[in-house]
């Protein structure tokens, strides 16, 4: 069996270290040969307004340009629709036929994950792989925790010899930021230094993003 890839996706409205230190995290903790990053262009999940996708895309070039481990795929951004993991998923399925994929998720994402479009196809194809997120946790007696009593695993090897299937729940070092607090910093004037890379907040100022109207 090949080394799993690992995929990530997310709006990234904007991407922040949170993303990132998780995406890195876990490439290193399962020995996944990357991480690919798939911003979306319109989220199933997200209600408020994001700004235009080829920000978005730039910012997470900039942010792992220097990052061998992670890449980004513009593949769900230059399909001007709802971005469905399935499609996504199967996409990837298709062009690696033989190699294990784990699709990358905050806990926040995996309580909810029995809600997404083609769950049960998006598990066929992929292992899940959970990390952490402050303030999420699995509740007893919830689809999720019926889900994880039948996938889960705790052994990474089962990620190597399967193709999907299996959830891993990766406990990582958790960092308690996110995109929209990120967005709330930036309209009220607040320094957003420290919660994403020094290049994406460069972009943000330039380009006079998520400045109140
Ligand atoms: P928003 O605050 O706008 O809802 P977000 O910070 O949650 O955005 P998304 O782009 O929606 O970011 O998240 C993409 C994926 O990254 C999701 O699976 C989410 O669970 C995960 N994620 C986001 N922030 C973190 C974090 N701090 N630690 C671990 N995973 C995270």
């Excluded at 235009?52 to 340009?65: G, I, K, S, V, Y």
């Excluded at 039948?150 to 995109?179: M, W």
Aim: charged fraction near 10%.
């Amino acid at each position: 069996m090949k080394t799993p890839i690992g995929l990530f996706g997310g709006t990234f409205n904007p991407v922040h270290h949170g993303h990132l230190r998780s995406a890195l995290d876990i490439c290193h903790a399962l020995s996944l040969a990357h991480v690919t990053l798939i911003p979306n262009f319109i989220s199933p999940h997200k209600q408020h307004e994001t700004i235009a996708p080829t920000h978005r895309l730039t910012m997470l070039t900039l942010a792992t340009q220097s990052c061998q481990q992670l890449k980004v795929s513009d593949i769900e951004i230059n399909s001007p629709t709802v971005s469905f993991t399935v499609d996504t998923i199967i996409h990837f399925r298709n062009n690696y036929p033989d190699q294990p994929l784990c699709f990358l998720m905050g806990m926040d994402s995996f309580v909810n994950f029995t809600t997404w479009h083609r769950w049960q196809d998006i598990l066929q194809h992929c292992h899940l792989v959970v990390s952490q997120r402050p303030g999420y946790q699995v509740e007893a007696q919830s689809d999720a925790h019926t889900l994880l009593t039948q996938h889960e695993t705790k052994n990474i090897n089962d990620l190597r010899v399967n193709l999907g299937g299996r959830i891993y729940l990766h406990q990582a070092f958790p960092l308690a930021i996110s995109s929209s607090q990120m967005r709330q910093a930036i309209s009220e004037n607040q320094p957003i230094t420290f919660l994403t890379p020094p290049a994406v907040e460069a972009y943000i100022t330039t380009h006079q993003l998520y400045l109140a109207n």
